[in-house]
């Protein structure tokens, strides 16, 4: 996918998603195996859970245990990884 590169390893429940480039929506979803761990490189991402929604800009970081529904927006010229 352009600007978007996914891994995912099943035995270490693992994913790790790079973005850079154009704007990236998530819809609401959750992760049933697995906590999300993500770190904003630069520019914006806007994480939504259903305590609220977070605004986070680079160097900053959010966790998403299992089951908790979420959604991201992240927006363009912005890099997040998740763990």
Known sequence: MNGIAYYYTDSAKVELILTNGALRRYPWHMHTQHWTVG??????VT???ETGLKKLSGGEQF???PYEPHSLVV?????????
């Open 47 to 49: 994480v939504t859970t």
């Open 63 to 65: 966790f998403i245990r």
């Open 75 to 83: 927006a363009a010229e912005s890099s997040l990884s998740v763990f």
């Open 39 to 44: 770190v904003v490189s630069s520019g914006t």
